[in-house]
């Protein structure tokens, strides 16, 4: 699986675009890309998931260029409730197992 | 609401002792994962279960065990229990290796 590195702290206020850039150098052909959102004492929760170049859904876009070495995860208009650390996950759709390698997240302090 | 439901949410003993940690799957999941979050080592993949058969391993002790019965339902074993046992155990579901996971709000074990 490839590694992949974020930063490790951003900080943004409401009302503003937020894009969160994930470097993974080693993706192979078979992988794909996942964000997850976690709070404090909450288990992950999904937030997209692309392949190649762009996806968009009711929380997020995710930007992937066509080398796919890095992504971005582009977040609208966040509010105080979007303070949370945002994972980004490469996995391998040729694997047996689905099994994700969480690196240290970025955490997004969102401020009034 | 994420569908997975995990029991109990706390869970305090000491050492020496064994747990079991208990994850209900969304409806229609059939993978089963268990991460382990500390604070000094993150999100750590332990063990994945599919249709109640064991797919892949990760960093999980030999003091722990797990499994996955036909109601598709997943148990923990933690035994012998240390102090830096003490963490947020997360369980997660899918449909398959590819499409996103689904975290349950997590078990906190206290070892004292």
């Keep these: 699986l490839a590694k992949t590195t974020q930063p490790i702290s951003m900080d943004s206020y409401e009302g503003q675009e937020v894009n969160i850039t994930c470097s993974h150098n080693n993706i192979a052909t078979n992988d794909y890309i996942t964000w997850y959102q976690q709070f404090p004492s909450q288990g992950p929760r999904f937030i997209i998931q692309g392949y190649k170049t762009k996806v968009t859904n009711e929380v997020a876009s995710l930007f992937i260029p066509a080398d796919r070495k890095s992504s971005t995860l582009s977040l609208p208009r966040v509010s105080l409730s979007d303070t949370a650390v945002y994972y980004c996950l490469v996995g391998d759709r040729s694997s047996n197992t689905g099994k994700l390698i969480f690196g240290q997240g970025t955490t997004l302090q969102v401020k009034p | ?112």
């Design chain 2, 1 to 112: 609401d994420s569908g997975v439901t995990q029991t109990p949410k706390h869970l305090i003993t000491a050492t020496g002792q064994r747990v079991t940690l208990r994850c209900s799957p969304r409806s229609g999941d059939l993978s089963v994962y268990w991460y382990q979050q500390s604070l000094d080592q993150g999100l750590q993949f332990l063990i994945q279960y599919y249709n109640g058969e064991e797919r892949a391993k990760g960093n999980i002790l030999e003091r722990f065990s797990a499994q996955q019965f036909p109601d598709l339902h997943s148990e923990l074993n933690l035994s012998s229990l240390e102090l830096g046992d003490s963490a947020l155990y997360f369980c997660a579901s899918s449909t398959d290796r590819v499409q996103p996971q689904h975290f349950g709000d997590g078990t906190r074990l206290s070892i004292l």
